[in-house]
Every structure is written in C-alpha cells, then in structure tokens.
C-alpha cells in the first residue's frame, strides 16, 4: 500500500483530477487544509486501491465521488467539515 499524505498544511486549491491515475494509492489523507472545489470524480478502476480516504476540515462541495460507492475497497473515509 502506498501513502499520500499532505495533511496540517494550510494547502488553498483543488485537488488535481490527475490524482485518479493513482492507481497505486492505498491511502490519502488531504485533511485539514483549506482546499476547495469538488472532490475529482474518479472512476473506480482508476483508483480502485484506495482504502483510506481522509479529506475532513476542508472547503470541498458538491457530490461525494463514485469511489464512495459500496464497489470501492474504502474501509475509512473522513469527509467531515467541508460543504458537502
């Protein structure tokens, strides 16, 4: 499993829909930054590895994203405090 980890960063922006060819990731923490925009709308093979999705205490609005759905891996998933 690999990481991504860039949290307390006081990070602004989006996330980059380039993040959905990270096939790799098994778990992503983006947590309390202050980015904003909609979460990328993965498909599911794309990132279909991910179990651990933490992106709490952001700026983020609009619709959860399909790998949210009950077909992904995702055992934890953190969307706390956003616009959601």
């Known amino acids: 499993m690999e990481f991504y980890h860039i949290s307390n960063n006081n990070l602004t922006g989006e996330i980059s829909p380039l993040i959905c060819n990270a096939s790799y990731l098994g778990s992503l923490d983006f947590s309390n930054n202050r980015l904003s925009g909609m979460i990328p709308q993965c498909?599911?093979?794309?990132?279909?590895?991910?179990?651990?999705?933490?992106?709490?205490?952001?700026?983020?609005h609009g619709t959860l994203p399909e790998i949210c759905?009950?077909?992904?891996?995702?055992?934890?998933?953190?969307?706390?405090?956003?616009?959601?």
């Open 43 to 60: 498909p599911v093979n794309f990132i279909g590895n991910l179990e651990v999705l933490s992106l709490g205490i952001n700026l983020f």
């Open 69 to 84: 759905t009950n077909r992904s891996l995702l055992t934890m998933m953190d969307v706390s405090r956003n616009q959601l």
